[in-house]
Nanobody, 122 residues
């Protein structure tokens, strides 16, 4: 059974930091590209950051470039999202997703976590 479990969310003041983790089990993790998405009520799920299976490619939404860093540790089957200088507009539920294709399309990602809430207060 494949599981992706996000953790590390919480309530933080604007300007603060959080580190999200996405721990995977039940799949050949080192073969999968991982992507983080954010969802807020009434809005489409939005891309945040992505990392290829080998870490040789990373991508970021324009809104988080220079503030967020994605990384992975294949030995621990975990991807991290370091979020610095957080803004209220970063608030949402953050999901990680795993896919065999490094694609911008969320539909290409086969496995999803349950999400972790991030709330940034002003």
């Amino acid at each position: 059974q494949v599981q992706l479990v996000e953790s590390g969310g919480g309530l933080v003041q604007a300007g603060g930091s959080l580190r999200l983790s996405c721990a995977a089990s039940g799949l050949a993790f080192s073969r999968y590209h991982i992507r983080w998405f954010r969802q807020t009520p009434g809005k489409e799920r939005a891309f945040v950051a992505a990392i290829s299976w080998s870490s040789d490619r990373t991508s970021y939404a324009d809104s988080v470039k220079g503030r967020f860093t994605i990384s992975r540790d294949n030995a621990k089957n975990t991807v991290y999202l370091q979020m610095n200088r957080l803004k209220p507009e970063d608030t949402g539920v953050y999901y990680c997703a795993a896919g065999l294709v490094y694609s911008a399309l969320s539909a290409r990602y086969e496995y999803w976590g349950q999400g972790t809430q991030v709330t940034v207060s002003s």
